[in-house]
């Protein structure tokens, strides 16, 4: 069984950062790509970030293009979000998944896994 957990979210103010974790568990994850995923309140889930196993490969949503560090370290099979500059509308629960076709880790996710998810709050 899969298991995803992500930590790391909180409340912080405009301009200000947090770093993501996620754990991943359960299974080798051995040619998987692993992404990050958020959705605000009345919205629907949106792509965030992703990532290559290699991590030679990594993908952004426009609105967190130069903000915003995906990165992992397979030896812990740990993927981190880093988030600088941050803004009240990056407001969201922040989740962490996993999909053996970078296609989908890269836009629904579909066929893959998820986190339970973690909370970003940024006041203004």
């Known amino acids: 069984q899969v298991q995803l957990v992500e930590s790391g979210g909180g409340l912080v103010q405009a301009g200000g950062s947090l770093r993501l974790s996620c754990a991943a568990s359960g299974r080798t994850f051995s040619g998987y790509s692993m992404g990050w995923f958020r959705q605000a309140p009345g919205k629907e889930r949106e792509f965030v970030a992703a990532i290559s196993w290699s991590a030679g490969s990594t993908y952004y949503a426009d609105s967190v293009k130069g903000r915003f560090t995906i990165s992992k370290d397979n030896a812990k099979n740990t993927l981190y979000l880093q988030m600088n500059s941050l803004k009240p509308e990056d407001t969201a629960v922040y989740y962490c998944?996993?999909?053996?076709?970078?296609?989908?880790?890269?836009?629904?996710?579909?066929?893959?896994?998820w986190g339970q998810g973690t909370q970003v709050t940024v006041s203004s």
């Open positions: 998944a996993t999909n053996a076709r970078w296609s989908r880790i890269t836009s629904t996710n579909d066929g893959g896994y």
